[in-house]
Nanobody, 114 residues
């Protein structure tokens, strides 16, 4: 398994932006590159939901709720996966998790409020 560590969560106002980073700690290219990576989120009292994913070939997919606002990307050289979040809404408030295979990060809190 790959150890995943998220960072970049913060408290912002509606309409603001954040960039989340998922670092594959200690991963080598032969492990990192073939994998699909995904961002999930979980709000209090809600089920964890898939937000975005990106394949080894860079093909991205998004949930309808974030399409057009969020962008997932990966930097294979740096062993990083990013989630650029723009036009944030209060309903985006959640703990965001990075996932690949059986690996999950610890989560990073995103709070959007006035």
């Amino acid at each position: 398994q790959v150890r995943l560590v998220e960072s970049g969560g913060d408290s912002v106002h509606p309409g603001g932006s954040l960039r989340l980073t998922c670092a594959a700690v200690g991963a080598i290219t032969s492990v990192f590159n073939p994998r699909t990576y995904a961002w999930y989120r979980q709000a209090p009292g809600s089920q964890r939901e898939l937000v975005a994913s990106i394949t080894s070939r860079g093909i991205a997919d998004y949930s309808e709720s974030v399409k057009g606002r969020f962008t997932i990307s990966r930097d294979n050289a740096r062993k990083r996966v990013y989630l650029q979040m723009n036009s944030l809404k209060p309903e985006d408030t959640a703990v965001y998790y990075c996932q690949s295979g059986d690996s999950w990060g610890q989560g990073t809190q995103v709070t959007v409020s006035s």
